[in-house]
């Protein structure tokens, strides 16, 4: 007997400030996550530091996701697949720690996130619904 799904999966598209990591993204960022996990080899990091675009050319990426490595959008990756979990090693690459790394997809600085992390994270209050906005 299938599993009858609790809320429609469009709700997960619904959220303000969130990309909720589903399957779709998933294979939307397959290439893009294959390229981040070859920096975690030396030789790989060097590479791409010499010729970036040469190496992005290696993996089958979308020009867009290649364009939002060179420019080093996470925000705009994240919409195109990307995970953070990935991604920080992008931002490893480039000496960033994954705080400051994750503090650019939110608008806020390093230290402004880390310290809304330590008092427990967004406030629940606020909008709610991307949908329900206007």
């Known amino acids: 007997m299938p599993r009858k799904r609790l809320y429609p999966l469009e709700d997960l598209e619904d959220i ?4 909720v990591f589903t399957a779709r993204r998933s294979r939307q960022g397959y290439y893009l996550h294959k390229f981040c996990m070859s920096l975690m080899k030396a030789e790989n990091r060097e590479e791409f530091k010499a010729d970036e675009r040469a190496y992005l050319d290696k993996f089958k990426m979308t020009e867009e996701q290649k364009q939002g490595v060179l420019d080093r959008d996470l925000g705009k990756l994240i919409d195109l697949g990307g995970n ?11 000496g960033l720690s994954a705080q400051k790394a994750v503090s650019t997809t939110s608008g806020m600085s390093a ?3 880390a310290q809304m992390m330590l008092e427990g994270g967004r406030s629940p209050e606020g909008i709610r619904s991307i949908r329900d906005k206007n």
């Open 111 to 113: 230290e402004e996130y």
């Open 84 to 94: 953070m979990y990935f991604l920080v090693k992008l931002a490893s690459t480039d």
């Open 16 to 19: 303000p400030g969130t990309k």
